[in-house]
């Protein structure tokens, strides 16, 4: 089966492998693992060692995600939004439940955000003092452009959270170069093609020290979790990890490195993604996005405008071909949700849309 979702992803059979066994968390043989596993992260953040360390937290993505907008954002601030897409719904209904205060910025979910649709709210509303952002948007597959936002904040003094879950190790953002960012967010199981189980934070050391306390929460607070890492070792996690996840991702990161690492895992993405987009139109099905708003995680396309096209019925014919996307979409319009991302080659994917056209074939025939 090829799995093409966004997240968790088609993985090689050296990561799964590397499940196969039981370790003990405190171990000698497994701490030495995981105190490796953050520096490696902190590396491919472009992170500095000693202004940025990994923080994690146990779960999934909202889970970290949660974490980052509690630790780095005081209870009742102003956080700003732009809202342009599912995950950016997500992000701001967890910041409002935490007791943050919310500031929508709506804006279509066709295009990705720039530094010129954000900076006019700013203007208006001098009490925002963090944007928390989604860098590429799951829902649609646009990419806002986080680089340049970033460097529109640091300059007037606004911080930044970036949810990277669906972007971490493909689009770059290098946190080096972008000091007003607090904290990015990831996974292990999208572009790392890692298990799923484990969320990461990648943090400035200085903020996480100055947040101590806004959290309100023993399990999501960051700033904890670097406290303990100086108290227990970096080799150490509070509360019981998903231990086999992180051993995973350690051989993960190995294969992303052996790949070449960002650079030629982004051209792998993108070039699944155009074999898709190509793909579909010449099936005469058409893309959600403009060609120029296509990022290079997800492909979501329209469902056929023909009545008898039923997303459930086409998803159980295209698995009964060998391969799974999701079955539901969070586009404004009906959509299919296509991932480019896992351990797919240009090859899967052409078989991918091959079985596509079969799928439809098969559902519109049968619905006749
Ligand atoms: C996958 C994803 C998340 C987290 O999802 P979980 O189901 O909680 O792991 C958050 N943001 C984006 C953009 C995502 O793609």
Redesign the pocket.
Known sequence: MLLLI??PVQTRPEVRAAMAQDIAPWDSGFQPVYARVRDRIVAVAGGTPGVHATLPIQ?????V?EAALRTFVAPGAKVLIPMN?A?AT??ARLAREAGRVVVELPLPDTRGATAADILPALDADPAIGTVAM??????SGIVNDAPGIGDALRTRGTRLIL?????FGVLPFPMAEHPECDAL?F?S??CLEGM?GM?FAVARIDRADACAGNAGSWSFDLSDVLAHARRSGWGSIRFTPPVQAIAAFDVALDLYEREGGQAARLARYRENAAILYDGVLALGLKPYLAREHQGP?IVTIHQPADPRFDLMTFVEALKRRGVLISNFYNTAAPTMRIGAIGAITPDDMRRAVAAIGQALDDVLKQAA
């Open positions: 966004p997240g779960g999934a993505g909202h889970f995600t897409g995950y997500r992000m989604v860098f590429n948007e799951t829902g949810d990277a879950v669906s972007a967010v996974t199981g999208k799923p969320g995680v």
